[in-house]
């Protein structure tokens, strides 16, 4: 073979890989989407079902690589979705997975046996986890990001899916806080109430997920903190939304009142229906009056 034909194969190899680790990409970055909807649905099976699928393609990345990084990642990758499963049948098939792929990693790196940290007892991050750390990786992206929303929420994202891989709790747990965050102002700008409603539920999703996973006191007091200013948030938009509806109302009584006036025919055939508007408007008032109060 000639030089010139070895360089063009080279070539053709290198954008095969090149290729290869651009469509891995996406399909983490699809993987960390449905991620973030199985938590914020509460969504358990699905959520092990990603686990499971992100550990699939780091293992293929391991094959080719023959990186134990690698193989370290998709061990933590199965082991949080063994960790959260409560499906017998699921988690035979995550125990199957972790089985081969010890096997193959020890073939092809000499004996290398991956980390499982998630599955150690009382396993609480890895052994460089300090909030000092965290801190400054949530600067770093956060400096990082720019302006667009959407740049912002894939970040802390693929953050998450990262942190996971490596068996890094504190920046898991921070990484929820941080999306949580970003829903809770996301909902606090717009002026939509529907969509408002939906932020801070998702913000509440995120809290909560991190209180479960959370067993720092001082952190747990946090998100309860968090989750509590959401709530209260979530009901100044609820009152706003009440007194724009009765002052839209009390608006349109005003209108078909001065109507009247400029109108006496009109007003004499319509004035006991006006009557009926008010009562009922008033009652209106008081069932929601009601509901904002309980």
């Given amino acids: 073979m000639t030089d010139i034909s070895i360089i063009s194969m ?10 290869s680790n651009s469509q891995q990409k996406q399909e983490q970055g699809s993987y960390g989407k449905e991620l973030i909807e ?32 690698e193989f370290d990642k998709t061990a933590g990758l199965y082991a949080a979705a063994l960790l959260r499963c409560t499906d017998s049948n699921m988690g035979q098939t995550l125990e ?41 990786i949530c600067d770093k992206l956060d400096r990082g990001v720019g302006k667009s929303l959407s740049t912002i929420e894939q970040t802390y994202t693929e953050t998450l899916v990262t942190a996971i891989a490596n068996s890094d709790l504190f920046l898991e747990l921070e990484c929820l806080k941080s999306l949580g965050d970003f829903y809770l102002e996301k909902g606090r700008k717009t002026h939509n109430v529907h969509v408002t409603h939906v932020q801070f539920s998702k913000a509440t999703a995120m809290y909560n997920r991190a209180l479960r996973r959370c ?10 903190h968090r989750i509590k200013y959401t709530e209260k948030a979530k009901e100044e938009v609820r009152r706003r939304q009440w007194r724009a509806h009765m002052g ?41 009056e009601r509901q904002v109060m309980f």
Wanted: charged share 30%.
């Fill in 248 to 288: 839209h109302q009390r608006r349109n009584i005003t209108r078909t009142n001065q109507d009247h006036l400029l109108h006496p025919s009109i007003r004499e055939a319509t004035d006991p229906r006006m009557t009926n508007i008010q009562s009922e408007l008033i009652e209106e008032e008081r069932t929601i």
């Fill in 10 to 19: 080279e070539d053709k190899l290198q954008d095969l890989e090149l290729s």
């Fill in 38 to 69: 199985a938590i914020l649905c509460e969504d358990q099976f699905k959520e092990i079902e990603v686990l499971k699928s992100l550990g699939d393609l780091h293992l293929e990345r391991a094959k080719l690589s023959k990186d134990s990084a």
């Fill in 96 to 136: 199957h997975c972790i089985d081969n792929m010890e096997k193959l990693s020890r073939r092809l790196l000499q004996g290398h046996s991956p980390h499982f940290l998630w599955l150690q007892q009382d396993y609480w991050g890895t052994a460089e986890s300090s909030v000092s750390r965290v801190a400054e």
């Fill in 215 to 224: 067993g720092d006191p001082q952190t747990k007091e946090t998100l309860q």
